[in-house]
């Protein structure tokens, strides 16, 4: 019997089936799944988290390329056929550092497909408040930033903070729903959905929906604490539309974030500066879902790899119309694999962004956790196979 965790991964039914075990051992339901709701404190990456930003300028002895700002690059659409057929829509970048080139591999399915990302999409609104402030006011840090309510000044929060709230679903200060919408306040739904289009070149997106709860702040404002200078103010209000992206649009996004620092300019997120950027970033580490978590520990290379950074952001919900249940999953991992030194090699610098959606159909929407429990393993197993493939690299040799 071959005890190797990364050879018993092949055997992705099992490893589902180990999942679905997990999830009735511990009496798992929609309310509380057992990947989807694990949490970062259960995580043994929670103590890296501070050194992030740190792990994330570290500069390999060879760089990879990115395709220029907002345009699409090619995408393999054959390239993720080995995935299960629940996950409906997919897209993986795999980045190599390369003779000072920056290189990297787009595969897909339906990875241009528009749909509904669930909270997923939560981040876009965040990165386009950070900007404007880098823009308007560059010298300005974030740790000196406070969200008010110009109406009531006893109403105030750390901009920091809140992201990481939005991310954590800790609800240290309000919902992460109504975080998500406070956060949309401070660009018009037509100009935000505008500056995503410019990113990833998608013209066919659609981001102009909320998440179903009301701003947690109806007009905020963005103050400077220390001068008291307001830096952004909410925007007129506007019809909602709907929050429809695809997963390569997603993948772009976290990959941006991921590799900004080894990005040269015409390809980075304009006027964003790292250290504003690292405030996402942090928050991003904390993310309730650890799939990259299980995948790590399912093929026994959790304790071997060392600079690991995981950001990531889930997404879940159900639909009445399309009588379904989704999981979605955006995720951004890198670390040193030590294992090809083995076989006389070198290590080897991992790092990938990726987006999963997945879906279940439905029998009884009012009492779907045996479906929920499906979906959760089946991200858990689909992930898992993701990063046995990256470092057995075999994604690339398609």
């Given at each position: 019997?071959?005890?190797?965790?990364?050879?018993?991964?092949?055997n992705?039914q099992?490893?589902?089936?180990?999942?679905?075990?997990?999830?009735?051992?511990i009496?798992?339901?929609?309310d509380?799944?057992a990947?989807?709701?694990r949490g970062?404190h259960q995580?043994?990456?929670?103590?890296?988290?501070?050194?992030y930003?740190r792990?994330?300028?570290?500069?390999?002895?060879?760089?990879s390329?990115?395709?220029?700002?907002?345009?699409?690059?090619y995408?393999?659409e054959e390239?993720?056929?080995?995935?299960h057929?629940?996950?409906?829509?997919?897209?993986v970048?795999?980045?190599?550092f390369e003779?000072g080139?920056?290189k990297t591999?787009?595969?897909?399915r339906n990875?241009?497909?528009?749909?509904?990302f669930?909270?997923?999409?939560?981040?876009?609104?965040?990165?386009n408040?950070?900007t404007q402030?880098d823009?308007?006011f560059?010298?300005s840090?974030?740790?000196n930033?406070?969200?008010?309510?110009?109406k009531n000044?006893?109403?105030?929060?750390?901009l920091?903070l809140?992201i990481?709230?939005?991310?954590?679903?800790?609800e240290q200060?309000a919902?992460?729903?109504?975080?998500?919408?406070l956060?949309?306040?401070?660009e018009?739904?037509?100009n935000?959905?505008?500056?995503?289009?410019?990113?990833?070149?998608?013209?066919?997106l659609k981001f102009q929906?909320?998440?179903?709860?009301?701003?947690?702040?109806?007009?905020p404002?963005?103050v400077?604490?220390?001068t008291?200078?307001?830096?952004?103010?909410?925007?007129?209000?506007?019809?909602k539309?709907?929050n429809?992206?695809?997963?390569y649009?997603?993948?772009?996004?976290?990959?941006?974030?991921?590799?900004?620092?080894y990005?040269?300019?015409?390809?980075?997120?304009?006027?964003?500066?790292?250290?504003?950027?690292?405030?996402?970033?942090v928050?991003?580490?904390?993310d309730?879902?650890r799939?990259m978590d299980?995948?790590?520990?399912?093929l026994g290379?959790e304790?071997l790899?060392t600079?690991?950074?995981?950001l990531?952001?889930?997404?879940f919900?159900?639909?009445?119309?399309r009588?379904?249940v989704?999981a979605c999953?955006?995720?951004?991992?890198?670390?040193?694999d030590?294992?090809p030194?083995?076989?006389?090699?070198?290590?080897?610098?991992?790092?990938?962004?990726?987006?999963?959606?997945?879906?279940?159909?439905?029998?009884?929407l009012?009492?779907?956790?045996p479906?929920?429990?499906?979906?959760?393993a089946r991200?858990?197993?689909?992930?898992?196979?993701i990063i046995?493939?990256v470092?057995?690299e075999?994604?690339?040799q398609?």
């Open positions: 019997m071959n005890n190797n965790p990364l050879e018993q991964a092949k992705r099992q490893i589902f089936d180990n999942f679905i075990q997990i999830e009735q051992k009496g798992a339901n929609a509380k799944l990947f989807l709701d970062i995580s043994q990456y929670q103590k890296n988290i501070s050194d930003p792990f994330l300028t570290r500069k390999p002895l060879q760089y390329s990115y395709p220029s700002f907002g345009k699409i690059p995408i393999d390239g993720l056929n080995f995935l057929p629940q996950i409906q829509e997919a897209c970048c795999l980045g190599k003779a080139e920056l591999i787009w595969l897909g990875s241009l497909k528009t749909a509904q669930w909270s997923s999409t939560k981040i876009i609104p965040v990165l408040t950070l402030i823009q308007q560059p010298q840090h974030i740790n930033l406070e969200i008010k309510d110009p000044t006893t109403i105030k929060f750390p920091d809140a990481q709230d939005l991310v954590t679903y800790e200060l919902t992460s729903n109504a975080l998500a919408a956060f949309k306040r401070f018009t739904r037509a935000l959905e505008k500056s995503v289009q410019k990113i990833t070149g998608n013209l066919n929906g909320d998440y179903g709860e009301v701003p947690a702040i109806q007009n404002i963005i400077n604490r220390e008291q200078t307001i830096l952004l103010k909410a925007t007129s209000d506007s019809p539309g709907e429809l992206v695809s997963a649009d997603l993948t772009r996004l976290i990959s941006l974030i991921g590799w900004h620092a990005l040269p300019s015409e390809s980075q997120l304009p006027n964003l500066q790292q250290k504003t950027l690292n405030s996402l970033i928050a991003m580490g904390q309730t879902a799939y299980v995948a790590l520990e399912t290379i304790q790899i600079t690991p950074v995981i990531s952001k889930m997404g919900g159900d639909s009445e119309t009588q379904t989704e999953y955006m995720a951004f991992v890198q670390f040193i030590p294992l030194k083995a076989k006389g090699k070198s290590a080897e610098f991992r790092t990938l962004a990726l987006t999963l959606r997945a879906v279940i159909p439905v029998a009884n009012k009492d779907y956790s479906e929920a429990l499906q979906l959760d991200m858990a197993a689909e992930v898992t196979e046995r493939r470092v057995a075999e994604l690339d398609l």
